[in-house]
C-alpha cells in the first residue's frame, strides 16, 4: 500500500523561513516529489530527491531520509507570492500525492 | 506553459449523461497520467498510460475509462456522472515509464461541474 501525510495547513510571515514534512510508505519507491500548486491551478514541479541529502534550489531546498521515509520542504525569505498548497509525492509508476500542505504567507 | 493541452477547460453536465476529456501531452512524452482533484482535496491517481498501453491504476471507478491513441494523446471518459464526479480533473506527461528522474508535466486542468 501507500500512504503518504503532510501537514494540512500552515501559516507564516513574510521574510521568514518554513519547514514543510511529509512521511511516507510506499512500495516500489523511486524518489519523493515536491510540486506547488496555487488554487485552481496546476501543480508546478519544485524539486525531486532520490537519494538521501538535502537538495538545494534557490529559495527552496529539499531532504530526504529514505531509512525513516522522512523528506521535508523548506522555504526561505518567504514571499506572499509563496501562499499555495504543496504537494509531496512518492515516485514510481503511480506517482501518488499527499493531500498537500495550503500554506499562508502573512505580512 | 507546461506543454500539456487539456480540452475542454470547462465542462458543465446532467448527472447520467457521459463526457470525454482530452489531453495532448507534451511533445516527445510517452506517459500520460490522469488525476482528479475534488473541492479541497488532494490530487486522486485515476490511471496511467505509457506509449499506448495500460501501465498503473489508481481507484478509478468502473464507470471511468481511459485510453492513449497511437498519437500519444489520451482521453478520459466518464459515463453515469453522478454530483460527486464534479473536480478538476487533470493530465500529466512526462518522457518515461515510470518517474525516473524526472517531473510530470502537468495541464491546467478540466473543471466538470455536473448538476
Known amino acids: 500500500g501507500q500512504n503518504i501525510d503532510q501537514p494540512t495547513e500552515m501559516t507564516a510571515t513574510e521574510g521568514a523561513i518554513v519547514q514543510i514534512n511529509c512521511t511516507y510508505q510506499t512500495s516500489g519507491f523511486n524518489g519523493l516529489f515536491w510540486y506547488q500548486q496555487h488554487a485552481g491551478e496546476a501543480p508546478t514541479f519544485l524539486s525531486y530527491n532520490v537519494l538521501d541529502g538535502l537538495e538545494e534550489k534557490g529559495r527552496f531546498s529539499s531532504f530526504l531520509s529514505r531509512s525513516k521515509g522522512y523528506s521535508y520542504l523548506l522555504l526561505k525569505e518567504l514571499q506572499m507570492k509563496d501562499s499555495a498548497s504543496y504537494l509531496c509525492a512518492s515516485g514510481g509508476y503511480k506517482l501518488i500525492f499527499g493531500t498537500g500542505t495550503r500554506l499562508q504567507v502573512f505580512p | 506553459d507546461s506543454g500539456v493541452t487539456q480540452t475542454p477547460k470547462h465542462l458543465i453536465t446532467a448527472t447520467g449523461q457521459r463526457v470525454t476529456l482530452r489531453c495532448s501531452p507534451r511533445?516527445?512524452?510517452?506517459?500520460v497520467y490522469w488525476y482528479q482533484q475534488s473541492l479541497d482535496q488532494g490530487l486522486q491517481f485515476l490511471i496511467q498510460?505509457?506509449?499506448?498501453?495500460?501501465?498503473a491504476k489508481g481507484n478509478i471507478l468502473e464507470r471511468f475509462s481511459a485510453q492513449q491513441f497511437p498519437d500519444l494523446h489520451s482521453e478520459l471518459n466518464l459515463s453515469s456522472l453522478e454530483l460527486g464526479d464534479s473536480a478538476l480533473y487533470f493530465c500529466a506527461s512526462s518522457p518515461m515509464e515510470g518517474q525516473e528522474n524526472t517531473e510530470a508535466f502537468f495541464g491546467q486542468g478540466t473543471r466538470l461541474t455536473v448538476v
Open positions: 511533445s516527445g512524452d510517452l506517459s
Open positions: 498510460y505509457y506509449n499506448g498501453e495500460e501501465r
